[in-house]
């Protein structure tokens, strides 16, 4: 009996306990906030990468000539 009751009384301080939970939600949200930080890198990609190579370069090497 004294096995249930040490069970019972682990499982009340468990559940009280709130780091755990706190930590968790940090982690979904710094996961969510770096998917939007990828998302977007992604969607800007090509058209940064376009500029670059398109137009811009060449504009930057006869400046530096």
């Known amino acids: ?3 249930a009751g040490k069970i019972i ?3 009340r301080a468990f559940s009280l306990e709130r ?3 706190t ?3 940090y982690a979904l949200i710094a996961g ?3 998917l939007g930080i990828l998302g977007t890198l992604q969607a800007l990609g090509g058209g ?3 500029k670059w ?3 811009l370069l060449p504009k930057i090497f ?3 000539n």
Do not use: H, P, Q
């Open 53 to 55: 190579s398109g137009d």
């Open 48 to 50: 940064i990468s376009g």
């Open 19 to 21: 780091r755990g939970a």
């Open 9 to 11: 009384a682990d499982l």
């Open 23 to 25: 930590a968790i939600e």
């Open 62 to 64: 006869a400046a530096l």
């Open 32 to 34: 969510i906030v770096s």
């Open 1 to 3: 009996m004294l096995f």
